[in-house]
Protein backbone atom coordinates (compact mmCIF):
# COMPACT_ATOMS: atom_id res chain seq x y z
CA UNK A 1 0.00 0.00 0.00
CA UNK A 2 1.26 3.89 -0.82
CA UNK A 3 2.50 5.38 2.36
CA UNK A 4 0.86 8.24 4.11
CA UNK A 5 1.45 11.23 6.00
CA UNK A 6 2.34 11.07 9.75
CA UNK A 7 0.43 12.51 11.18
CA UNK A 8 -2.30 11.86 8.47
CA UNK A 9 -3.26 15.18 7.43
CA UNK A 10 -6.26 14.68 4.72
CA UNK A 11 -8.15 11.48 4.17
CA UNK A 12 -7.59 11.13 0.80
CA UNK A 13 -4.16 10.97 1.44
CA UNK A 14 -4.63 7.94 3.65
CA UNK A 15 -3.08 4.25 2.45
CA UNK A 16 -6.58 3.22 2.92
CA UNK A 17 -10.34 4.17 4.80
CA UNK A 18 -13.38 2.65 5.38
CA UNK A 19 -16.54 2.96 3.62
CA UNK A 20 -19.44 2.59 6.16
CA UNK A 21 -22.48 2.55 5.65
CA UNK A 22 -22.57 2.47 1.90
CA UNK A 23 -20.42 2.90 -0.83
CA UNK A 24 -19.27 4.57 -3.84
CA UNK A 25 -21.99 7.48 -4.78
CA UNK A 26 -25.91 8.30 -3.93
CA UNK A 27 -27.31 10.03 -7.46
CA UNK A 28 -27.93 13.80 -6.28
CA UNK A 29 -27.74 12.70 -2.57
CA UNK A 30 -31.16 11.31 -2.17
CA UNK A 31 -33.12 8.29 -2.42
CA UNK A 32 -36.41 6.85 -0.98
CA UNK A 33 -36.35 4.16 1.65
CA UNK A 34 -40.14 2.94 3.09
CA UNK A 35 -41.64 6.24 2.13
CA UNK A 36 -38.85 7.70 3.86
CA UNK A 37 -37.15 10.65 1.47
CA UNK A 38 -33.29 11.04 2.41
CA UNK A 39 -31.46 13.87 1.25
CA UNK A 40 -27.70 14.47 2.24
CA UNK A 41 -25.13 17.13 1.16
CA UNK A 42 -22.16 16.32 -1.13
CA UNK A 43 -19.38 15.74 1.08
CA UNK A 44 -15.97 16.10 -1.16
CA UNK A 45 -15.50 19.14 -2.65
CA UNK A 46 -15.75 18.87 -6.73
CA UNK A 47 -18.56 16.03 -6.48
CA UNK A 48 -22.18 16.78 -6.47
CA UNK A 49 -23.13 13.00 -4.98
CA UNK A 50 -22.24 12.07 -1.44
CA UNK A 51 -20.17 9.29 -1.92
CA UNK A 52 -18.95 6.54 0.92
CA UNK A 53 -20.68 7.19 3.88
CA UNK A 54 -19.65 8.87 7.16
CA UNK A 55 -16.94 6.44 8.61
CA UNK A 56 -14.28 7.68 6.59
CA UNK A 57 -14.81 11.63 7.54
CA UNK A 58 -15.19 11.24 11.01
CA UNK A 59 -13.03 10.34 14.07
CA UNK A 60 -12.50 6.91 15.41
CA UNK A 61 -11.57 5.88 18.88
CA UNK A 62 -8.87 3.35 20.01
CA UNK A 63 -10.45 0.51 21.87
CA UNK A 64 -7.97 -1.61 22.16
CA UNK A 65 -4.39 -2.14 21.07
CA UNK A 66 -1.33 -4.33 20.86
CA UNK A 67 1.95 -4.76 19.02
CA UNK A 68 -0.02 -6.71 16.40
CA UNK A 69 -3.60 -5.48 16.37
CA UNK A 70 -5.59 -2.89 17.22
CA UNK A 71 -9.56 -2.57 17.55
CA UNK A 72 -11.18 1.21 16.19
CA UNK A 73 -15.06 2.19 16.74
CA UNK A 74 -17.10 4.93 15.61
CA UNK A 75 -20.59 5.47 16.70
CA UNK A 76 -23.18 7.83 14.19
CA UNK A 77 -26.20 9.58 15.76
CA UNK A 78 -28.97 10.12 13.35
CA UNK A 79 -28.63 13.20 11.44
CA UNK A 80 -28.84 13.80 7.45
CA UNK A 81 -28.19 9.67 7.59
CA UNK A 82 -31.24 9.19 10.01
CA UNK A 83 -30.27 6.12 11.14
CA UNK A 84 -27.83 5.25 14.30
CA UNK A 85 -25.19 2.61 13.86
CA UNK A 86 -21.94 1.93 15.51
CA UNK A 87 -18.89 0.66 12.94
CA UNK A 88 -15.91 -1.15 14.49
CA UNK A 89 -12.48 -2.15 12.28
CA UNK A 90 -10.35 -4.62 13.66
CA UNK A 91 -6.76 -4.72 11.97
CA UNK A 92 -4.23 -7.70 12.85
CA UNK A 93 -1.08 -7.92 11.16
CA UNK A 94 1.03 -11.83 10.59
CA UNK A 95 3.86 -12.89 9.79
CA UNK A 96 2.06 -13.76 6.39
CA UNK A 97 0.08 -10.12 5.84
CA UNK A 98 -2.45 -7.94 7.18
CA UNK A 99 -6.29 -8.36 7.53
CA UNK A 100 -9.07 -5.85 8.79
CA UNK A 101 -12.97 -6.80 9.85
CA UNK A 102 -15.23 -3.51 9.38
CA UNK A 103 -18.18 -3.82 11.01
CA UNK A 104 -21.52 -2.04 11.48
CA UNK A 105 -24.36 -2.77 13.42
CA UNK A 106 -27.67 -0.46 13.87
CA UNK A 107 -28.33 0.48 16.77
CA UNK A 108 -31.58 2.58 16.35
CA UNK A 109 -35.20 1.17 16.79
CA UNK A 110 -35.58 0.74 12.80
CA UNK A 111 -34.67 -0.97 10.36
CA UNK A 112 -31.69 0.39 7.70
CA UNK A 113 -29.79 0.33 4.71
CA UNK A 114 -25.95 -0.68 5.10
CA UNK A 115 -22.96 -1.91 2.72
CA UNK A 116 -19.21 -1.67 3.41
CA UNK A 117 -16.17 -1.62 1.80
CA UNK A 118 -12.53 -0.83 2.02
CA UNK A 119 -10.45 1.93 -0.21
CA UNK A 120 -7.00 0.53 0.00
CA UNK A 121 -4.52 2.64 -1.93
CA UNK A 122 -1.56 1.04 -4.25
CA UNK A 123 1.44 2.67 -5.72
CA UNK A 124 2.11 1.66 -9.52
CA UNK A 125 4.73 2.13 -11.90
CA UNK A 126 4.40 1.48 -15.87
CA UNK A 127 5.24 -2.57 -15.19
CA UNK A 128 2.45 -3.22 -12.18
CA UNK A 129 -0.60 -5.98 -12.83
CA UNK A 130 -3.54 -6.71 -11.15
CA UNK A 131 -5.44 -9.64 -12.13
CA UNK A 132 -9.09 -10.62 -11.38
CA UNK A 133 -12.37 -12.09 -12.42
CA UNK A 134 -15.31 -10.38 -12.75
CA UNK A 135 -18.27 -11.00 -14.92
CA UNK A 136 -19.58 -7.31 -15.89
CA UNK A 137 -19.22 -3.59 -15.68
CA UNK A 138 -20.78 -0.41 -15.41
CA UNK A 139 -20.10 2.54 -17.87
CA UNK A 140 -20.43 6.19 -16.18
CA UNK A 141 -21.17 9.48 -16.98
CA UNK A 142 -19.25 12.81 -16.45
CA UNK A 143 -20.12 12.66 -12.44
CA UNK A 144 -18.65 8.87 -12.28
CA UNK A 145 -21.84 7.52 -12.05
CA UNK A 146 -23.14 4.23 -13.93
CA UNK A 147 -24.81 4.38 -16.71
CA UNK A 148 -25.12 0.72 -18.41
CA UNK A 149 -23.95 -2.80 -17.60
CA UNK A 150 -21.69 -4.31 -19.99
CA UNK A 151 -19.43 -7.83 -19.87
CA UNK A 152 -16.21 -7.29 -18.13
CA UNK A 153 -14.47 -7.66 -22.35
CA UNK A 154 -11.85 -5.42 -23.91
CA UNK A 155 -11.20 -2.34 -21.63
CA UNK A 156 -13.46 -4.11 -18.63
CA UNK A 157 -11.55 -7.43 -18.84
CA UNK A 158 -9.61 -7.66 -15.62
CA UNK A 159 -7.44 -10.21 -15.95
CA UNK A 160 -3.63 -9.95 -15.44
CA UNK A 161 -4.26 -6.68 -17.04
CA UNK A 162 -1.94 -3.56 -16.57
CA UNK A 163 -3.19 -1.67 -13.61
CA UNK A 164 -1.42 1.83 -14.20
CA UNK A 165 -2.85 4.87 -15.80
CA UNK A 166 -5.56 3.21 -17.23
CA UNK A 167 -8.55 5.77 -17.40
CA UNK A 168 -11.10 3.93 -15.19
CA UNK A 169 -13.40 4.51 -12.00
CA UNK A 170 -15.56 1.69 -12.64
CA UNK A 171 -17.59 -0.68 -10.35
CA UNK A 172 -17.31 -4.84 -11.75
CA UNK A 173 -19.72 -7.21 -10.69
CA UNK A 174 -19.45 -10.85 -9.95
CA UNK A 175 -16.22 -10.46 -8.47
CA UNK A 176 -14.44 -13.37 -7.74
CA UNK A 177 -13.18 -12.79 -4.09
CA UNK A 178 -9.56 -12.56 -4.86
CA UNK A 179 -7.12 -10.40 -7.02
CA UNK A 180 -3.11 -10.80 -7.24
CA UNK A 181 -1.15 -7.79 -7.75
CA UNK A 182 2.78 -8.27 -8.99
CA UNK A 183 4.91 -5.90 -10.68
CA UNK A 184 8.44 -6.67 -12.29
CA UNK A 185 10.17 -4.81 -9.88
CA UNK A 186 8.76 -6.34 -6.65
CA UNK A 187 10.14 -8.89 -4.53
CA UNK A 188 6.64 -9.96 -4.09
CA UNK A 189 2.93 -10.24 -5.41
CA UNK A 190 0.46 -9.40 -3.05
CA UNK A 191 -2.98 -11.03 -3.08
CA UNK A 192 -6.06 -9.24 -1.64
CA UNK A 193 -8.81 -11.64 -0.82
CA UNK A 194 -13.04 -10.66 0.58
CA UNK A 195 -14.63 -13.47 0.76
CA UNK A 196 -17.82 -10.91 1.57
CA UNK A 197 -17.50 -8.69 -0.84
CA UNK A 198 -18.94 -9.45 -4.23
CA UNK A 199 -18.13 -6.50 -6.16
CA UNK A 200 -15.02 -4.79 -6.82
CA UNK A 201 -14.24 -0.68 -7.88
CA UNK A 202 -11.35 0.05 -9.82
CA UNK A 203 -9.43 3.43 -9.72
CA UNK A 204 -6.73 4.03 -12.45
CA UNK A 205 -6.36 7.80 -13.16
CA UNK A 206 -4.41 8.33 -16.30
CA UNK A 207 -1.81 10.16 -14.92
CA UNK A 208 -0.65 6.60 -13.04
CA UNK A 209 1.28 6.83 -9.95
CA UNK A 210 -1.43 4.85 -8.03
CA UNK A 211 -4.68 3.15 -8.64
CA UNK A 212 -7.24 1.67 -6.11
CA UNK A 213 -8.51 -1.58 -5.92
CA UNK A 214 -11.72 -1.85 -3.31
CA UNK A 215 -13.89 -4.64 -2.09
CA UNK A 216 -17.12 -3.58 -2.29
CA UNK A 217 -20.58 -5.33 -1.12
CA UNK A 218 -22.52 -3.55 -3.30
CA UNK A 219 -22.99 -1.60 -6.61
CA UNK A 220 -22.64 2.21 -7.22
CA UNK A 221 -25.32 4.22 -7.06
CA UNK A 222 -27.31 1.49 -5.41
CA UNK A 223 -29.60 3.20 -2.99
CA UNK A 224 -31.09 5.02 -6.04
CA UNK A 225 -32.64 1.68 -7.24
CA UNK A 226 -36.09 0.53 -6.02
CA UNK A 227 -35.63 -1.53 -2.90
CA UNK A 228 -36.83 -5.22 -5.12
CA UNK A 229 -33.20 -5.05 -6.84
CA UNK A 230 -31.08 -4.09 -3.59
CA UNK A 231 -30.63 -7.63 -3.24
CA UNK A 232 -29.18 -8.17 -6.98
CA UNK A 233 -27.00 -5.10 -6.67
CA UNK A 234 -25.66 -6.36 -2.96
CA UNK A 235 -27.15 -3.59 -0.73
CA UNK A 236 -28.20 -4.89 2.79
CA UNK A 237 -31.45 -3.88 5.03
CA UNK A 238 -30.33 -4.52 8.49
CA UNK A 239 -33.02 -4.30 11.03
CA UNK A 240 -32.40 -3.56 14.75
CA UNK A 241 -29.78 -5.16 16.69
CA UNK A 242 -28.56 -6.58 13.46
CA UNK A 243 -24.82 -6.43 11.81
CA UNK A 244 -22.93 -7.35 8.89
CA UNK A 245 -19.25 -7.48 8.51
CA UNK A 246 -16.54 -7.33 5.55
CA UNK A 247 -13.05 -9.11 5.97
CA UNK A 248 -9.97 -7.77 3.45
CA UNK A 249 -7.04 -9.37 3.39
CA UNK A 250 -3.58 -8.64 2.30
CA UNK A 251 -0.98 -11.03 1.90
CA UNK A 252 2.94 -11.01 1.01
CA UNK A 253 3.83 -14.03 -1.32
CA UNK A 254 7.69 -13.98 -1.88
CA UNK A 255 8.42 -14.66 -5.72
Not at 91 to 120: A, K, W
Request: with cysteine; proline share 9%; glycine share 10%.
Amino acid sequence: MRKCHSPLEKVLDASCFPLVPYVNRIRGGEFTFRGRQVRLKPNMAGDPSPLHGQGWLNRWNVERQDGTSVLLSYRHAPGEWPWAYEATQEFTLDERGFSVRLTCRNVGDEPMPCGLGEHPYFDCGPETRIDTHVDCAWTIDEHVLPVAKVPAEGRYDLRNRLACGQGLDNGFGGWGGEARMSDRDWPYELRLSSPEAKFFQLYSPPQGGIFVAEPVTHANAALNHPESEWPELGMRVLDPGEQMHLDMRLEVIPK
